[in-house]
């Protein structure tokens, strides 16, 4: 079986007729240039709509095939078969298998690979540089969501020195401040990567109660254990930047940390986590549970599940259950 090809040399853009035949292992070209190789020698470019497809010696020469249908005969006499990349890209099963494949891996890579490698990320990064992160999100809340406490002074270290004494739920205490503002967003609590954990006057008011006070206190201590919003950051900037190396612009992902913080939500596990180790603190302080209880009680029966503080948190009920189940 001869195939008709053009000859390239590769050293100049002269173009060679020839014929192309295989025998016993040995590609030979006939015509207006001769030469032979072995097979297993040559480079055969993949298999394309209406693409002639080429075959580079090992010198640099190729062929560009003018009968790809001949060609394809040829290569399949001669026992030669494609890989199976191109063998999947040939096929429309292989096509969907692939697509199916790519999308299974990409949602296990975002639900399961991106979590497990930014808690690790987080953890091995130096606190100094948490609290670079987060140094300037309170300036920016200060700004557009909080304003300065109302609560008296002697209130408000009460609550501080009253937390302080208490024992801790386990070792390595991260650094921490408590800082009291008055929220244009109704009774919240919220811990910064920078070690600030923000306690506004609405949910001291609403929960009226010191022991229900330093179990909120001692959940988002739990996220600063934990690390939690470091996690977050670490994978929300991820996934932005893989857009950024997509379609450019890395300005706006250095300029958007802030607002990004204001946005960001735990998962459920991290949430459960952050219970767990408010229930061990007031656990070893001798504190009931029903004190953290009481706290998701009052703020669902202030709002609902649209309150701030609840908004990205497990439901109420589902959480009180575990309290519970703990004691």
């Not at 030669?80 to 790519?102: E, K, N, P, Y």
């Not at 606190?127 to 008296?152: I, M, Q």
């Not at 501080?160 to 208490?166: G, I, L």
């Not at 609590?189 to 001692?218: K, R």
Request: hydrophobic share 45%; glycine share 8%.
């Amino acid at each position: 079986m001869r195939i008709p090809a053009l000859y390239f040399d590769g050293k100049t853009s002269r173009q060679y007729a020839v014929d192309l035949s295989v025998e016993a292992g040995i590609a030979s070209i006939s015509g207006d240039a001769e030469r032979d190789c072995p097979v297993v020698e040559l480079r055969v470019s993949e298999r394309g709509r209406n693409v002639a497809r080429k075959v580079t010696f090992p010198d640099g020469a190729y062929l560009e095939i003018l009968d790809n249908n001949g060609f394809n005969a040829l290569l399949l006499a001669s026992g030669h078969q494609d890989s199976l990349v191109v063998r999947m890209q040939q096929s429309w099963r292989g096509t969907v298998i692939a697509c199916f494949a790519t999308v299974a891996v990409l949602i296990a890579a975002y639900l399961y690979g991106l979590p497990a490698a930014a808690k690790t990320i987080a953890f091995a990064l130096p606190e100094k540089v948490e609290r670079a992160v987060g140094g300037g999100t309170l300036e920016f809340l200060d700004k557009h969501v909080l304003s300065p406490s109302e609560l008296p002074g002697e209130r408000q270290n009460a609550i501080v020195s009253r937390f302080k004494a208490m024992a801790p739920a386990r070792e390595g205490v991260p650094a921490y401040e408590i800082l009291f503002r008055k929220s244009k967003i109704g009774p919240n609590a919220f811990a910064l990567p920078s070690g600030q954990i923000v306690l506004t006057d609405e949910i001291v008011s609403l929960l009226d109660d010191d022991d229900a006070v330093s179990g909120v206190l001692a959940h988002e201590l739990g996220h600063l254990h934990e690390r939690h919003l470091m996690q977050r950051i670490i994978q929300s900037s991820a996934i932005a930047a893989a857009a950024t190396a997509l379609f450019g612009d890395v300005s706006g992902l250095v300029a958007g940390i802030p607002t990004l913080m204001l946005d960001l939500k735990y998962s459920r596990d991290a949430e459960r986590e952050a219970d767990d180790y408010a229930v061990a603190m007031l656990k070893a302080n001798g504190i009931a549970l029903s004190k953290l209880t009481l706290v998701f009680d009052k703020l669902g029966e202030k709002s609902g599940d649209s309150s701030p503080y609840l908004s990205s948190h497990p439901p109420a009920g589902e959480r009180n259950a575990r309290i519970r189940h703990a004691q």
